[in-house]
């Protein structure tokens, strides 16, 4: 006679689940405020750098820009050199790349304010062309 076929093994037993109660949703809920002003924070605190970082930015190219044509305007010669064509498309390469987190942040206006109130035609017409852009997004 064949041998009687092995039992199958028993199934684990799982822990029944905890209660839910009023208490332990509080408890959860409170847990997950406290999760969400943390992220915040760091969103905010990232944002706020980031803002920093592109002001530096700009402010650094119209700087440098302006440097330039003014060492080239004293000395009689003309600041459009091939150093400042490919500087000044460089400078428009950042404001294409960046240009919709420069509009969502707001930052637009206040690098306008801050970084491009007294600068040289040149400079001024590239952050027409970011002003430009910004219809284009919406």
Request: charged share 25%; net charge negative; glycine share 2%.
């Amino acid at each position: 006679a064949p041998a009687p076929a092995p039992a199958p093994p028993a199934a684990p037993v799982e822990p029944e689940p905890a209660p839910v109660t009023l208490e332990s949703l509080q408890q959860e809920a409170d847990a997950l405020r406290a999760k969400i002003e943390s992220m915040q924070e760091v969103f905010h605190d990232s944002s706020e750098e980031q803002k920093r970082a592109f002001l530096i930015m700009f402010e650094q190219f119209a700087r440098v820009l302006c440097e330039h044509i003014a060492e080239q305007e004293q000395a009689g010669k003309d600041p459009n050199t091939p150093w400042f064509a490919v500087s000044l498309q460089r400078f428009k390469e950042a404001g294409r790349r960046y240009y919709k987190s420069l509009a969502s942040r707001g930052l637009l206006n206040t690098i306008k304010r801050f970084v491009f109130s007294d600068v040289d035609h040149r400079v001024q017409e590239v952050v027409g062309m970011f002003d430009a852009l910004v219809p284009a997004m919406k």
